[in-house]
């Protein structure tokens, strides 16, 4: 049965999917454009869940806050122009793709198996949903394999899964980070903006990690 708070995510899911598939898929301008809307939003996202803790007459630490919240963001922007631009739109697509599948994993698998936590850090990761994001982490590429729109080959080879499973970690730390952050102000949702789901920077705090890991790795190693 589908409830009320479950059918606001399964709207709001697709909404996401259509805007973020149209805004990467028309051209790099409208790509460019999403991307600075959607860092804006994380941005006053994220200075909003941190005020409380951090802004105090005595010890004022919001500078230092938004300068970090800042950085992150422009290295995201940066990272996401040349993926964009040397990979392609449709390579773009690849990666949230594999972000989503790592996210639907440690949700299904956490959720239906439980067990022991990952970390005090977010009490609702458990061992178990990490393990169970890596492995549908994989599960991208047999869906990108078995369609013909992406014009796009991923073949399961070594250097492919290693990529798979590094960006999977990869939003599970950037989870973890925003997770860290939410707790010490003892906030549950960056946001309202989406029914259902909470903020934007909920969403889209594995991905702002895993863009820019994924860069590095294919400069460093070309995979």
Same mark, same amino acid.
């Given at each position: 049965?589908?409830?009320?708070?479950?059918?606001?995510?399964?709207?709001?899911?697709?909404?996401?999917?259509? *805007?973020? +598939?149209?805004?990467?898929?028309? =051209?790099? %301008? /409208? &790509? !460019?454009?999403?991307?600075?809307?959607? #860092?804006? @939003?994380?941005?006053?996202?994220?200075?909003?869940?941190?005020?409380?803790?951090?802004?105090?007459?005595?010890?004022?630490?919001?500078?230092?806050?938004?300068?970090?919240?800042?950085?992150?963001?422009?290295?995201?922007?940066?990272?996401?122009? *040349?993926? +964009?631009?040397?990979?392609?739109? =449709?390579? %773009? /697509? &690849? !990666?949230?793709?594999?972000?989503?599948? #790592?996210? @639907?994993?440690?949700?299904?698998?956490?959720?239906?198996?439980?067990?022991?936590?990952?970390?005090?850090?977010?009490?609702?990761?458990?061992?178990?949903?990490?393990?169970?994001?890596?492995?549908?982490?994989?599960?991208?590429?047999?869906?990108?394999?078995?369609?013909?729109?992406?014009?796009?080959?991923?073949?399961?080879?070594?250097?492919?899964?290693?990529?798979?499973?590094? @960006?999977?970690?990869?939003?599970?730390?950037?989870?973890?980070?925003?997770?860290?952050?939410?707790?010490?102000?003892?906030?549950?949702?960056?946001?309202?903006?989406?029914?259902?789901?909470?903020?934007?920077?909920?969403?889209?705090?594995?991905?702002?990690?895993?863009?820019?890991?994924?860069?590095?790795?294919?400069?460093?190693?070309?995979?």
């Amino acid at each position: 049965m589908i409830t009320k708070q479950l059918g606001k995510r399964i709207l709001t899911s697709v909404a996401l999917v259509f *805007f973020a +598939y149209y805004s990467i898929a028309i =051209n790099i %301008y /409208i &790509f !460019l454009a999403a991307l600075f809307l959607l #860092s804006t @939003i994380c941005f006053i996202e994220w200075n909003n869940i941190n005020i409380t803790k951090f802004s105090k007459k005595k010890n004022d630490k919001m500078f230092l806050i938004r300068f970090f919240g800042l950085i992150y963001l422009l290295i995201f922007i940066i990272s996401s122009y *040349f993926v +964009y631009s040397y990979f392609g739109p =449709n390579y %773009y /697509i &690849f !990666l949230l793709l594999i972000c989503a599948s #790592s996210d @639907i994993g440690g949700y299904i698998v956490g959720r239906s198996i439980g067990g022991p936590k990952l970390t005090k850090i977010s009490p609702n990761k458990t061992i178990s949903g990490s393990i169970g994001s890596l492995i549908f982490s994989l599960f991208a590429v047999l869906l990108i394999n078995k369609q013909d729109y992406l014009l796009l080959e991923f073949p399961f080879t070594f250097e492919n899964i290693f990529l798979c499973l590094s @960006i999977s970690v990869s939003c599970q730390l950037g989870d973890l980070i925003i997770s860290f952050f939410k707790r010490i102000n003892n906030i549950k949702d960056t946001g309202k903006i989406l029914p259902g789901h909470g903020g934007i920077l909920d969403r889209v705090d594995g991905i702002i990690f895993a863009i820019p890991v994924l860069l590095i790795l294919k400069y460093v190693s070309n995979i």
